[in-house]
C-alpha cells in the first residue's frame, strides 16, 4: 500500500488542491519520518517542527478558501519544502555548516525563501551542509556526516548533502539546493536524485550574500524531473539587486510545461574524458555515460564523441575564485579557531589573491563561456553536452576529507569532481540524471549541459529519458 512519501510533490500538490490531502497530514507524516531516521541519514542541521505545523495549518485553511472561492493556487501549496542552511530563513538558525556560526539566528529572509513563503510550502528545517558549502561532501561541526540511502557507509555528497539524503531517504518530496561547484548535482549522482543548476542569473542570490562571481545558484533537487521544474518556477525570477538575470521564458511558459513536452531532435556531443588533466574517469562512471548515449541514440537523437582541451587554466581561476569566496564569508573574530581545517586554508589561500588576479580569474570564466558560446553551442552546433556528473562512484563517509593535509583534500575533491565546476565558471545550466546504478547498487548520475539560459531543453530531454527509463519506483531500503 503507497505511503504519503511515495507520492511526489505535484501529486501532492493536487491531492491538497482537491481537498483529499490534508497539508496538516502530510506535514505530520513527513516529521515522523524526520524523527525516526534523521540521525541515521545526516539529512537535518536544524528541524522547525512548529513553524511546519503552524504553515501547514495555514495552508489547509487556504486551500479551503481557495476551494471555496473558485481560485487558483501555487503549484506547490502545502508542499514541505526543506531550506539548505547556507540560506537565511528570518528567526530560524542558519549556521552555514560551522560551528563558528552555531548560535546565528538572522533577521531576514532569503529571497529564495520569500518566494518559498509565497508558494505556501512548509519548511521543515534547515538541510546538513558542510562549512559554507566549501567541500562536495557533508561533514561538519555540528551534525552526523549526511549519507546516502542507497549505502550508509557512503557520503551524501555535498555541499547539498543534507538536502539530497532527505528526499532520497523520503523525509522531504522535494528540497531547495544550492550549486557553486557542482553542489546540487553531486548529491544528486550519489543519492539517486534529478537535480537542476539552473543558468546564471535565474535564481536570486540576495539580499545579504550575493555571489557577485556567477559561480554559486540555488537550485531544485528532487525525485521527478516535472517535480524539479516546478519546485524550478517557484524559485525562479529577479530580484532588486541582482547582478545578472537569465533570459525569461516566453509569456506565459512555465519550466513545469516544458517537462510535458518533446525535446524534438537534438545533436548532443558526449564527452567522457575529464577536462582537467591527470584525471581518471572510473569505469562505471564512463559506462554509464556511453549506456546512456545509446540511449539518446535509441530515442532519435544525434550523439557525437566530444574531447574538450584541457590544460590548468581555469582549475587555476576556479581556485582563486572559490579560495576568495571562502574569505568572503562572515565569521566573529574570536570563531577562527573553530573553523574546520580545509576552511582556514582556503580563507588564507583566498587572502593572499589579489584583486587583480581575481579579476583575471572572473575574466578566464567569460572567455570559456563565450567561446563554448561561439565555437561549441552556436547555433547549428550542440545543443546539449553530456558527460559523466562525478569520476568516481560514491565515496566512503570521510574517505575525501584530510583535515592532517587541507591541500591534498582540495586536490582530491577536484579530481572526484572534475565535470561539475566547468559550468559553474560558464554559467550554463545543467542537471543530472539518475538513469544508471552500478553493480554494487549504487547510483552513478549522468550530466546534461545545455545553452546559456535554456533550461527548458535540459528540463525536457531528462523528460524523455525518465519516460523511456522511469528511476522514481527504485527506492533505498531506508524508504
Request: negative net charge.
Amino acid at each position: 500500500m503507497a505511503e504519503l512519501h511515495d507520492l511526489t510533490a505535484l501529486e501532492q500538490a493536487r491531492g491538497i488542491r482537491s481537498g483529499e490531502l490534508s497539508p496538516v497530514e502530510l506535514t505530520e507524516h513527513y516529521l515522523t519520518r524526520i524523527e525516526r531516521l534523521d540521525d541515521t541519514l545526516g539529512a537535518f542541521l536544524t528541524r522547525t517542527p512548529d513553524i511546519a505545523r503552524k504553515q501547514a495549518a495555514d495552508a489547509e485553511s487556504e486551500a479551503a478558501a481557495a476551494r471555496r472561492e473558485g481560485r487558483e493556487l501555487p503549484p506547490l501549496h502545502g508542499v514541505p519544502v526543506p531550506v539548505k542552511d547556507l540560506n537565511q530563513v528570518a528567526g530560524v538558525r542558519c549556521t552555514m555548516g560551522s560551528r563558528a556560526l552555531a548560535e546565528h539566528v538572522p533577521a531576514t529572509d532569503d529571497h529564495v525563501v520569500g518566494k518559498l513563503r509565497a508558494g505556501g510550502t512548509i519548511l521543515l528545517g534547515k538541510t546538513n551542509t558542510p562549512e559554507f558549502g566549501l567541500p562536495c561532501y557533508t561533514e561538519n561541526g555540528l551534525a552526523p556526516p549526511a549519507r546516502t540511502p542507497w549505502d550508509l557507509a557512503r557520503s551524501a555528497g555535498g555541499s547539498s548533502g543534507g538536502a539530497a539524503a532527505a528526499v532520497a531517504g523520503g523525509l522531504a518530496p522535494v528540497a531547495h539546493a544550492s550549486d557553486g561547484g557542482g553542489s546540487v548535482r553531486i548529491p544528486a549522482s550519489v543519492c539517486g536524485l534529478f537535480g537542476i543548476k539552473p543558468s546564471r542569473g535565474r535564481i536570486s542570490s540576495g539580499p545579504m550574500l550575493h555571489d557577485i562571481s556567477g559561480l554559486a545558484t540555488s537550485g531544485p533537487l528532487a525525485r521527478s524531473v516535472a517535480d524539479a521544474a516546478t519546485l524550478l518556477d517557484v524559485l525562479a525570477g529577479p530580484m532588486p539587486g541582482d547582478p545578472f538575470a537569465a533570459p525569461s521564458l516566453p509569456p506565459g511558459e512555465t519550466f513545469a510545461d516544458h517537462a510535458l513536452r518533446d525535446p524534438g531532435r537534438l545533436r548532443i556531443a558526449c564527452l567522457t574524458e575529464a577536462p582537467v588533466p591527470g584525471i581518471e574517469v572510473h569505469p562505471d562512471c564512463r559506462t554509464a555515460t556511453t549506456d546512456t548515449a545509446a540511449l539518446l541514440t535509441g530515442l532519435g537523437h544525434e550523439v557525437e564523441e566530444l574531447t574538450l582541451p584541457t590544460d590548468d587554466s581555469i582549475l587555476l581561476a576556479f581556485t582563486r575564485v572559490w579560495s576568495v569566496l571562502a574569505a568572503s564569508r562572515p565569521v566573529p573574530p574570536a570563531g577562527e579557531e573553530l573553523l574546520m581545517p580545509l576552511t582556514r586554508y582556503l580563507r588564507d589561500r583566498g587572502a593572499e589573491v589579489s584583486g587583480t588576479d581575481f579579476t583575471r580569474s572572473l575574466f578566464a570564466f567569460r572567455m570559456l563561456a563565450q567561446s563554448l558560446a561561439d565555437g561549441l553551442m552556436p547555433p547549428g552546433g550542440y545543443d546539449v553536452i553530456l558527460s559523466p556528473t562525478l569520476a568516481a562512484p560514491p565515496a566512503e563517509v570521510g574517505a575525501l576529507r584530510n583535515d592532517a593535509d587541507p591541500q591534498a583534500e582540495f586536490d582530491a575533491l577536484g579530481a572526484f569532481t572534475p565535470f561539475t565546476a566547468l559550468y559553474n565558471a560558464t554559467g550554463q545550466p545543467a542537471v543530472n540524471v539518475p538513469l544508471q546504478w552500478n553493480a554494487a547498487g549504487l547510483p552513478i548520475g549522468v550530466m546534461l549541459a545545455g545553452r546559456y539560459g535554456d533550461e527548458a531543453t535540459l528540463i525536457a530531454l531528462s523528460a524523455q529519458l525518465e519516460q523511456a527509463r522511469p528511476w522514481a519506483g527504485r527506492t533505498p531500503s531506508v524508504w
